[in-house]
């Protein structure tokens, strides 16, 4: 986890994501909407707000979508945010 995150004026859910992201990622879980949606307390459509969020300021990147809601998701390094 990067503590740069929390400096950022980001949304409360979308920190809250990225600090789940980085669990999943840390436990060596497939960082998918699956994965989350299994863990997240707010409703999907929050979720995929806040993954907007991150996938804005390039904190995560889409490797993989099925065209739907199920999309695999990797974070990147801190050079890459905006």
Excluded at 34 to 43: R, T, V
Aim: hydrophobic residues 40%; aromatic residues 8%.
């Amino acid at each position: 986890m990067n503590q740069k995150i929390f400096q950022m004026g980001l949304s409360t859910e979308t920190v809250s994501l990225y600090l789940l992201c980085c669990g999943l990622a840390d436990s060596g879980a497939t960082l998918s909407t699956k994965n989350l949606l299994d863990i997240w307390n707010a409703s999907p459509e929050t979720m995929n707000a806040s993954f907007l969020e991150l996938e804005d300021r390039g904190i995560v990147l889409k490797i993989i979508s099925d065209g739907k809601a199920h999309h695999i998701y990797k974070l990147t390094d801190e050079h890459d945010w905006k």
